[in-house]
């Protein structure tokens, strides 16, 4: 792989999934041995992940907020269910990766939060606080696709970033796979921004 060493699977364990909606599913959970990072980011074995030429892939950010409080000031919950469900249709895999914020820390992002509050958007934010705009690395995300002999995938993600990284980490990203749009009157400013500032593919209604 382009300039990060191998990993390897240090456990294999499968996990029964319940959403509070009903919708239940069952993961094969991978840990690694020998991340870039040295953080404990999890794979998700999703479906028929085994018989996928070219599994479907969700790097999906860890996010206390909204995934386990369901907070509506991001869309990371419903993407986060939403992610589960299509790729164990599909066959695939989902990297829970522990960036929490874009990679600043959960405090920062609750730091970050209060100025968007007072006018910020969420790039601005990050960067008041001294912060990159998004300081998240998908290294670890590659080394962990290549350890599940993933080096060819379809990509579930809006955001282009993701798939550039991921090429020049050696994974050949074959399609890139928008997710639905998870809108609510909290989060619409910070979706806006994902498109107009990073060209995030989402497609947002037009106010009247």
Avoid at 37 to 60: I, N, Q, Y
Avoid at 154 to 172: C, F, Y
Wanted: glycine share 10%.
């Amino acid at each position: 792989m382009l300039g990060v060493r191998p990993a390897g699977v240090r456990t294999r364990v499968t996990v029964p999934l319940a959403f509070p909606d009903g919708y239940r599913t069952s993961a094969e959970v991978f840990t690694f041995t020998g991340l870039v990072d040295g953080k404990e980011h999890l794979a998700l074995g999703l479906g028929d992940w085994r018989s996928a030429a070219t599994p479907l892939v969700r790097p999906h950010s860890e996010c206390l907020t909204g995934d386990v409080f369901g907070s509506q000031r991001c869309d990371c919950g419903p993407q986060l269910r939403e992610a589960v469900e299509r790729i164990t249709d599909a066959g695939g895999f989902l990297l829970y990766l522990r960036q929490e914020g874009r990679g600043i820390g959960l405090y920062a992002k609750l730091d970050a939060y209060a100025l968007q509050d007072a006018g910020m958007d969420t790039y601005e934010a990050n960067l008041a606080l001294g912060h990159g705009e998004d300081e998240r690395d998908y290294a670890a995300a590659a080394q962990m696709l290549r350890a599940l002999g993933a080096d060819r995938i379809r990509l579930l993600s809006n955001n282009p970033d993701k798939a550039l990284q991921l090429d020049a980490l050696g994974v050949q990203v074959e399609e890139r796979v928008p997710t639905g749009v998870h809108l609510s009157a909290a989060n619409a400013r910070y979706l806006s921004t994902k498109v107009s500032h990073t060209r995030h593919t989402i497609e947002l209604p037009i106010a009247s």
